[in-house]
């Protein structure tokens, strides 16, 4: 009977030792599963702030796998954008330049002198040989220069020979320094001093007659 009782004995406590250890080991396992979600809590908590900052600035609320298509066209306005600005960079650009060039050849044609306005003898002269250049100029010009102006000059030499008895010119030569200024005069230049010599040795024109 003894050794039934020490036998019992030794069991119950084996029992109770073997229980007090399961229920320490589910106690263990119970803390752990218990430590173990702390980083997924975390990551979820993550994932939710992400999701609100998401719907906040328009991103969407939750993340997407991004379309091809839109994301080429999202690339094609960029590059439309980017293009427009460019060409108003460029037309702005060129405006500026032909605002400048404007404003050089103002001032280029502000700084060059006015030509001075002919007044009194000068211009009445000017416009007196003008007006018979241009009615002679389709005329023969050595006709012109042998015929009118030689017997222009004779005739004045001869009314100053007349004038100064003591100066005593032949016909001859007269006639000779009438050709050799005839061959002087043979360019419009030269028309223009004939006329030139032409008014200065003629009589004002109040006192010219009607042939003259």
Do not use: C, W
């Amino acid at each position: 009977m003894e050794i039934q009782a020490i036998f019992f004995l030794i069991v119950v406590v084996f029992s109770v030792i073997q229980s007090i250890m399961k229920a320490a080991k589910e106690k263990a396992q119970k803390q752990q599963q218990l430590m173990k979600p702390a980083p997924e809590r975390r990551q979820k908590a993550q994932s939710e702030i992400e999701a609100f900052l998401a719907q906040v600035t328009g991103g969407g609320a939750v993340a997407q796998a991004v379309d091809p298509q839109e994301e080429e066209d999202r690339k094609r306005r960029q590059r439309d954008q980017a293009e427009a600005r460019k060409r108003r960079q460029l037309k702005k650009k060129r405006e500026q330049q032909a605002a400048e060039r404007r404003v050089a050849n103002a001032r280029s044609q502000g700084n060059q002198p006015k030509k001075k306005k002919r007044t009194g003898v000068a211009e009445h002269v000017d416009q007196y040989m003008g007006k018979h250049i241009n009615t002679h100029r389709d005329r023969d010009t050595g006709e012109y220069v042998d015929v009118a102006i030689a017997d222009s000059v004779n005739a004045h030499l001869g009314r100053r020979d007349a004038e100064m008895p003591a100066l005593t010119v032949t016909r001859h030569q007269n006639t000779a320094a009438a050709n050799t200024i005839a061959d002087l005069l043979r360019s419009p230049t030269g028309i223009r001093n004939a006329i030139l010599v032409n008014e200065i040795l003629s009589r004002p024109k109040a006192l010219r007659g009607p042939a003259e």
